[in-house]
């Protein structure tokens, strides 16, 4: 392998198990919790485990090298899989013809992002909005069709802020425009979208995830959440009273676990019930006590206003949002949709 390509994936490898492990030191346990959703912490050091092995190929100048005719893997294939150990000329057809899948979604994530509107959904009532924390950010939203013809709702938060997550969150989003189309359930999209950033070389960070795919005839909701923060249901009861369900993970952050396995579930939505998709920009705003914001806040002011317009709750949750910080600017990206079945 060409030196600068093989120390550039060696920084890279560097940075990535930085970041993870000091993901591992400081995060409290009930956030890791949350971003691992139903995988075990072990899963990580698996990962790590992972990336050691190609750092030490990497220092013995062994990585990137075929195991079948001693050759250099080629240089596209190893961009998006530093793990690669053999060359094309020797995959089967089949591991050929998906290689050639995952480079063009690989070029794919290279493209901007399209223009964010928001579409006339049938049954819903949908209203959203987005602030990074400085010039560009992180956070992400978006609403694609699936090929079922269910309708999706995306969020998503990569960790960090700045220019290089809004680099990572740009990929993100040409990867959805490409991928829900052709998929019928959030937890494939999942998987795929998973499967393309783990051994990526460009990719060193981590992004919660959750897709939703909405059905305009039955207002059911099937799920996938990669560690993202539970989205809010807020719904009537037979009391008639409103009660919050949340939409907790099924799987954990995209690029967290060496191995992952992404869950689905479906909740069946009635008129009336609001659904609140937000970002950590929201509940860990901190005042000046070193207070968080919180998701009993949240869901208590959501309960205060369902009754408005779904634009008005966004704007009450903004204000609340300010009000705590004491007018100060937010640390982080701050993203909320808000939908009601119509």
Known sequence: MQAPLLESIRKNLFEKRDRINEWLRATPLSKKELFLGPSPEQAVYAHLDAIDDAISKADSKTLGRCEVCQGEVETE????????????EHLSEKERRNLESELELAQSV?????PQTI?????LEIAAYSRPAQIVGGDYFDFIEFGSGFHGLAIADVAGHGV??????AGIHALLRTLVPVNKSPSAVMSQVHKLFIHNIRFDTFVTFFIGAFDSSTKAL???NAGHQPPLVLRKTKSKEKS???LRPTGAAIGLVEKAVFGEKTIDLQ?????????????EAMNSHNQQFG?????????QVEHMPVKEVIQKIRLSLEEFGEGKPLDDDTTIVVSRIA
């Open 77 to 88: 294939l190893l961009e998006i899989d530093y793990s690669a150990c053999v060359c094309i």
């Open 110 to 114: 290279q493209k901007m992002l399209l």
């Open 119 to 123: 579409p006339d959904i049938p049954g």
């Open 164 to 169: 290089s997550a809004s680099l990572h969150m």
């Open 222 to 224: 099937t799920y996938c």
């Open 244 to 246: 919050v369900v949340l």
């Open 271 to 283: 008129q009336g019930d609001l659904l609140v998709l937000y970002t950590d920009g929201v509940t």
């Open 295 to 303: 998701r009993e806040r949240l869901e208590t002011l959501v309960r």
